[in-house]
Structure formats: structure tokens, C-alpha cells
């Protein structure tokens, strides 16, 4: 239907041994626009994000990725997001040319002239292997991996921490509106609240693996000294 959410996330829980890492989350972010997901390290981010790429399989509660289960059809649910994680996960050995191998022989969307493009954008060189770049450089070229495709969704898990601060501002805000302007659904997480306030027109604060809705934002202002910068959000 008309009404499909990007995400809709109902009642998930997951616990690690003892420790509850999500807490009865429930989460819809409608298509199009810049969602936000604050909080800090620890709280559950990464985790409910995991259950969003199908890389966890929901033990309590439900998923859903415009209305289809990452785990039942991962093929659909893969295609349409896009993935970059704080991690620096790209083989070392690989070059930026078979990077475009890869997304061209996974992606049936990838654009090989909007990875041109970006290429020339990020100042990155075919030929040289990942391993040999600086981490901001590398962290331009999983950005670039992550978007090339055109994703309907693209899942951002604090990506901020490998690019420097005009980096993040030049490159990364200026492609999350870029995607957002097109119609498109962008989760952007990070601890760097000025930076969700300039890019995110709602948000979502993870607290102790439980999702706070944007209004209780007050009640734990405390533990951030420059949570005030939140209220530019609401
Ligand atoms: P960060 O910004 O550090 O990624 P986060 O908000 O994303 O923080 P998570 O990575 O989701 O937090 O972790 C939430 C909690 O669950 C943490 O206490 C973490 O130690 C724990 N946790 C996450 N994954 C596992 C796992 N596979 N086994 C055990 N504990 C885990």
C-alpha cells in the first residue's frame, strides 16, 4: 500500500547472556526523510541496526524493511539498502576498480557512472588497493560502496568516527540530503549530536536498549553536555 514504512520495527528484544541489548523497541520511519538514532556508545544502537540488515534474526519481535522480513526474503531487503558501518570492513588487498566489479555483479540498481562520479568526488585513485589508503580515504570509499546501487534506504552506523570534520560536513551531509532530496530513506546513527541536528528531521534516542521517543529527550538531558543542541531537532 500507499502507507508502507521504510522500517517498522515491533516489539523487538535481544538479549546477550544477562545483559537486555534492546528493550521491547518499536520503530516506524515512513519513506523519504533523515531519521536519527542517538545515543551512547553501548545503548543498543548497533544491535537494533544488525536486526535491520537481517544480520541478527529477531528472537522477540518483528521487522520490517518496506514491508518485507530482512530474514524471509534477504535478496529484496539487501537491494534496496544501503549498509555503511563505523567499521572499517573492505578487504585491504581490494582496489576501488573491483570495488566496482563487486557492486556491479551484486546490485542489479548499480550505476556505474554515478561510482565514477563519486570517485572523482572522493579523490579516489582505480588502481590502488583499499589497504594503502588513509583511513578517511577508505572510509569515502565505503560511503561510495554503500551508495552506488541507489538504495532506497541507507543505513548509516556512525559513520562520522573515519572522516574528518569538513569530510563529514562536505561529503556525508551533503549526500544525505542529496539522497533524502530524491525521495529516499536515510538511518543515520551517531553519537555526534550536532551533526544529527543538522541532517536529521526526526530522531529516535536509544537509551539502555530501550528507544525513547524524541519528547523524553529532556528527562536524560543530563547525560549529554550538548544535549541542549537537541532541541533543534524536535
Ligand atoms: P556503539 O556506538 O558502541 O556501537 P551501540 O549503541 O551501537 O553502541 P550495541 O553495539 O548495540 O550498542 O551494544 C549494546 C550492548 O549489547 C552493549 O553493552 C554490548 O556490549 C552488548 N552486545 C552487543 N553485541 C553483543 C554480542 N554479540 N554478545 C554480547 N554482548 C553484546
Redesign the pocket.
Known amino acids: 500500500g500507499t502507507d508502507v514504512m521504510a522500517i517498522e520495527v515491533q516489539g523487538l528484544s ?1 538479549r ?2 544477562r ?1 537486555l ?2 528493550d521491547d523497541v518499536s520503530l516506524k520511519v515512513p519513506v523519504g526523510g533523515v531519521f536519527g538514532l542517538v ?12 536486526h535491520l540488515i537481517g544480520s541478527l534474526r529477531p528472537h522477540v519481535g518483528n521487522v520490517r524493511i518496506f514491508g518485507t522480513s530482512p530474514i524471509e526474503d534477504p535478496v529484496t531487503v539487501l537491494g534496496r539498502i544501503g549498509y555503511l558501518t ?1 567499521e572499517d570492513s573492505l578487504p585491504r588487498w581490494l582496489t576501488v576498480r573491483q570495488l566496482f566489479e563487486f557492486g556491479r555483479s551484486v546490485y542489479p540498481t548499480w550505476d556505474d557512472e554515478y561510482a565514477a562520479s563519486l570517485c572523482e568526488r572522493f579523490q579516489l585513485r582505480p588502481n590502488e588497493p583499499l589497504g594503502t589508503l588513509s583511513k578517511g580515504v577508505r572510509a569515502r570509499a565505503g560511503l561510495l560502496a554503500a551508495i552506488a546501487h541507489h538504495p532506497d534506504l541507507l543505513i548509516l ?2 559513520p562520522s568516527s573515519g572522516l574528518d570534520p569538513i569530510a563529514r560536513r562536505d561529503i556525508l551531509e551533503a549526500i544525505i540530503s542529496g539522497i533524502s532530496d530524491q525521495g529516499r530513506t536515510v538511518l543515520f ?1 551517531s ?1 555526534l549530536l550536532d551533526e544529527v541536528a543538522r541532517v536529521c528531521e526526526t530522531v529516535g534516542v ?1 537509551s539502555n ?1 530501550q528507544l525513547l521517543p524524541p519528547e523524553t529527550l529532556d528527562t536524560i538531558q543530563s547525560q549529554y553536555s550538548e544535549w541542549i543542541i537537541q532541541s533543534n531537532v524536535r
Open positions: 535481544r546477550f547472556g545483559h541489548a534492546l545515543g551512547l556508545n553501548g545503548a543498543g544502537k548497533t544491535t537494533l541496526i544488525k563505523e552506523d556512525e546513527s553519537h536509544m536498549g
